[in-house]
């Protein structure tokens, strides 16, 4: 690919980075999670759902999520997909006071759609 053509992906360089996008997302979903079987369908729904939560953002706060929601951000977190991160601070009184939140894995869901771009290059290779 030549420079400067736009290959869709993810940019880190100069400006702010570009959001996930739902298809992106599913097409790192679908590669990570169950390679052999996840329906499209399935994917892109996942997708959507873990999209609603971060809009265009890349960082959510973890007390947003309900149980169910929260087990399949572990799901993608498990896949390399998603990351967490913690922030201390002392609260007035003395005590300390933990926040959490999920961030995407912006280099790991690149890899996994430009594998599927590659075994779209190599259909007999696995």
Known sequence: M???????????????PEPIKVDELTTAIKNS???KGMETSAA????????NFFGF??????????QEDRDVFYMLEDA?????????????DGREWRIHYWLF????II?????DSKKDDNPGEE
Do not use: C, F, W
């Open 111 to 115: 890899e996994k759609i430009r594998s």
């Open 44 to 51: 892109q729904m996942m997708a959507e759902h873990v999209l």
């Open 2 to 16: 030549a420079d400067g053509e736009d290959d869709g992906l993810i940019r880190y360089d100069d400006g702010p």
């Open 57 to 66: 953002n890349d960082r959510i706060i973890d007390n947003i999520l309900e």
């Open 80 to 92: 390399g997909l998603l990351t967490t991160e913690r922030e201390e601070t002392t609260l007035y």
């Open 105 to 108: 894995e912006k280099e790991k």
């Open 33 to 35: 999670i169950d390679e």
